[in-house]
């Protein structure tokens, strides 16, 4: 109610007056430049001095829309998107090419129609400022005015005359309670001004996200472009990570085998020429290639099993069981899904499941944790909640970063709800199918 109350004379309200009264003209004379550019190089089209002229005019266009999302960034807290940009221009050589490029722009011709349909609410804008607000700030100091300036005279014929405002015939507002009934009147004329006029910005804001921003195509392809450039890294990632295992575990391990093989090897072969054979050396030997043979096992096994783990061969919820069951903390494990995903997404769902248990053990100290698989809608949705301080936060670099990447891939979400104090839930969608 206060700020409803207080709606009128607030600082939003304040940048909304200023974005409207910027707006009002600007809108009446793009539709005006719109017009008349289209109208000219429309009529000149048959020349070569028409179509660079709707190409300029349709660019100039857009720049205008660049603008208009600033000021509604700046001004009404609204942030918009930039379109995607011209990606034919910057591969187009020749000028006709060039020309070609700048034609089939189509976020200039959005930009161009936003001008067009715009043309009303320019209109509008003046009409609510002028006739709704400032009328009604008028209607409101009524009393002031009326007390200062009425003058009441009487003609030849002893009518008397006021400079008072008046309604009909004879009636006039030239008492105190008959100024506060317009001061009333006035205060609930500005708020009608103020909410007619919010009305027309979110109509106008409307309009700036449908033409001006990037359409939901454009969004797909840039969401589709960023999850490859992430799934490209991730597995160049992964690949160097696996090299590196490689070369500074089971390689390490397996060359230390061939090298307590060889000198056991030497010494078997000094027995055969004669040479006392010292058992107990060669016997220390093999027991200790035979240790670095089963840790060598073990680091490929643990390899392999980061890769794919081996427990997904039996499904979803035996892997899922098996990671709460290895978990720091309790963790309930509910699966219902009525046929099996694929593969690829399964392995998703376990490193989510992974990944989220394991920041959950060492960030939020929770005493118990929940996890639910379940298939809504023809998604399979994962669902990790605890009881730990919360604060988690999808942030640049971080765990949580790194599975919006992946899920992403596969066209998927990660919704994260953390308040300070807890508790935490993550819920992550994936496609059944890829």
Not at 11 to 20: I, K
Not at 45 to 64: D, E, M, N
Not at 118 to 125: E, H, K, T
Request: aromatic share 8%; with cysteine; proline share 4%.
């Amino acid at each position: 109610m206060k700020r409803f109350l207080l709606s009128p004379v607030s600082g939003h309200t304040a940048r909304q007056y200023l974005f409207a009264l910027i707006s009002a003209p600007l809108g009446i004379a793009g539709f005006v430049y719109v017009v008349v550019t289209l109208a000219v190089g429309g009529a000149l089209s048959f020349t070569f001095v028409g179509l660079p002229l709707i190409a300029t005019a349709i660019f100039l266009a857009k720049q205008y829309g660049g603008l208009q999302r600033a000021m509604a960034r700046k001004l009404l807290d609204v942030d918009i998107e930039a379109p995607l940009p011209n990606a034919r221009w910057k591969t187009a050589h020749g000028l006709l090419a060039k020309l070609g490029a700048a034609l089939g722009d189509l976020a200039a011709w959005r930009s161009q129609a936003y001008l067009l349909v715009r043309f009303p609410l320019g209109v509008a804008y003046l009409m609510t400022l002028g006739l709704g607000v400032v009328e009604g700030m008028v209607m409101v100091a009524y009393p002031i005015w009326w007390s200062v300036f009425d003058v009441q005279n009487k003609d030849s014929h002893g009518v008397v005359h006021h400079s008072a405002l008046q309604l009909g015939d004879g009636f006039y507002f030239d008492t105190w309670p008959r100024a506060l009934l317009v001061t009333v009147a006035g205060v609930v004329w500005v708020f009608a001004g103020v909410w007619l006029l919010k009305f027309w910005l979110w109509l106008d804001t409307l309009l700036m996200r449908v033409l001006l921003g990037p359409t939901s195509s454009e969004r797909r392809v840039e969401e589709l472009t960023v999850s490859r450039a992430h799934a490209v890294d991730d597995s160049a990632a992964r690949l160097r990570r696996i090299e590196r295992d490689l070369h500074d575990g089971a390689q390490a391990q397996l060359v230390a085998l061939a090298m307590q093989l060889g000198e056991a090897k030497e010494n078997l072969d000094a027995t055969g020429g004669g040479a006392e054979l010292d058992l107990v050396e060669t016997r220390a030997l093999i027991d200790t290639a035979h240790r670095n043979a089963k840790q060598a096992i073990n680091e490929l096994r643990d390899l392999a099993r980061g890769i794919h783990p081996a427990v997904l061969d039996n499904g979803l919820r035996d892997a899922l069981g098996t990671l709460a069951a290895r978990s720091a903390m309790p963790v309930t494990v509910n699966v219902a899904l009525a046929e099996r995903p694929d593969r690829a997404i399964e392995t998703i769902a376990y490193f989510c499941a992974a990944e989220l248990l394991t920041n959950a053990a060492k960030h939020g100290a929770p005493t118990r944790a929940a996890l639910a698989v379940v298939q809504e809608e023809g998604k399979l949705t994962l669902l990790v909640e605890d009881d730990g301080r919360g604060g988690a936060r999808v942030g640049y670099g971080g765990g949580l970063a790194g599975l919006l990447d992946r899920v992403r891939t596969v066209e998927g979400s990660l919704d994260v709800d953390s308040p300070q104090g807890g508790p935490t839930r993550v819920v992550v969608k994936l496609p059944m199918h890829v």
